[in-house]
C-alpha cells in the first residue's frame, strides 16, 4: 500500500517569496510522484511529474520538485511566488502500472501581497 | 482536445435519495477513476474502470457504485444519500493500459467535479 503525508496544511507567503511545500510518501512498490493544483472550484491541474531519471523535476508555472529516493520525500518549490499562485497544493503517487493513485490531505497557498 | 467532462457541476438531494453523477473522459482514454474530495480528508478514491471493467475500488460502502460504458464514458451512482456524502466529486482519465501490459506514463486528467450538498 500507498501513503502520502503533506507536512504542512497552510502555508502562507509574501509575494516574490520563495516557497517550498512539503510532501512525504511510502510505498513498498515503485511509484510515479506527482503534484497537482487546484483552484477554487476547479479540478485538479498537473503540475509536474517524476516518472524517472533525473531527480530535479520542472514543471509549468516556475515550479519545480526534487525526488529524494532515501527521504521519501517529494517537495515542490517556487523561488519566486506571486499572487495567482494561491492555491490548494496535491502531492500524489501513482502505481507503475494500474490507476489507484494516492493524495495527499493538501497545502493550501496563500500569497500575501 | 476536449477535457474530461462532468454533469451536473452543481446539485442538492436530501436525505435518502439517490444521485448519478457522469463523466466523459478525454476521447481515446480508456480508463476512468473517481475520487471523493471533502475538506480535511482530501481526495478518497472510490473506483476505477478499464474497457468497462472496475479494477479497483477504494474503502467505501455499497452505497456507491460505478459503471462504464463502451465508449468509455462513466457513471457514478450513490445510493440513499447520508449528509457525510456532501462533497466534491472529481472524475478522471488516463491513458494508462491495463495493469501488465507495460508501464505506462499516464497521469490522472480531472474533470472540474460535481458538487454534492446533501440536506
Known amino acids: 500500500a500507498q501513503s502520502v503525508t503533506q507536512l504542512d496544511s497552510q502555508v502562507p507567503v509574501f509575494e516574490e517569496a520563495p516557497v517550498e511545500l512539503r510532501c512525504n510518501y511510502s510505498?513498498?512498490?515503485?511509484?510515479?510522484l506527482f503534484w497537482y493544483v487546484q483552484y477554487p472550484n476547479q479540478g485538479l491541474q498537473l503540475l509536474l511529474k517524476?516518472?524517472?531519471?533525473?531527480?530535479l523535476v520542472k514543471g509549468i508555472n516556475g515550479f519545480e520538485a526534487e525526488f529524494n529516493k532515501s527521504q521519501t520525500s517529494f517537495h515542490l518549490r517556487k523561488p519566486s511566488v506571486h499572487i495567482s499562485d494561491t492555491a490548494e497544493y496535491f502531492c500524489?503517487?501513482?502505481?507503475?502500472?494500474?490507476?489507484?493513485?494516492?493524495f495527499g490531505t493538501g497545502t493550501s497557498l496563500t500569497v500575501i501581497p | 482536445k476536449a477535457g474530461v467532462t462532468q454533469t451536473p457541476r452543481y446539485l442538492i438531494k436530501t436525505r435518502g435519495q439517490q444521485v448519478t453523477l457522469s463523466c466523459s473522459p478525454i476521447?481515446?482514454?480508456?480508463?476512468v477513476s473517481w475520487y471523493q474530495q471533502t475538506p480535511g480528508q482530501g481526495l478518497q478514491f472510490l473506483f476505477e474502470?478499464?474497457?468497462?471493467?472496475?479494477?479497483n475500488k477504494g474503502n467505501f460502502p455499497g452505497r456507491f457504485s460505478g459503471r462504464q460504458f463502451s465508449n468509455s464514458r462513466s457513471e457514478m451512482n450513490v445510493s440513499t444519500l447520508e449528509l457525510g456524502d456532501s462533497a466534491l466529486y472529481l472524475c478522471?482519465?488516463?491513458?494508462?493500459?491495463?495493469?501488465?501490459?507495460?508501464?505506462?506514463?499516464?497521469?490522472?486528467?480531472f474533470g472540474e467535479g460535481s458538487r454534492l450538498t446533501v440536506l
Open positions: 478522471a482519465s488516463s491513458s494508462r493500459v491495463t495493469p501488465g501490459q507495460g508501464q505506462t506514463t499516464g497521469e490522472l486528467f
Open positions: 510505498s513498498s512498490v515503485s511509484v510515479y
Open positions: 517524476y516518472l524517472s531519471g533525473s531527480t
Open positions: 500524489a503517487v501513482g502505481p507503475i502500472t494500474g490507476n489507484q493513485f494516492y
Open positions: 476521447s481515446g482514454h480508456r480508463s
Open positions: 474502470y478499464f474497457s468497462e471493467t472496475q479494477r
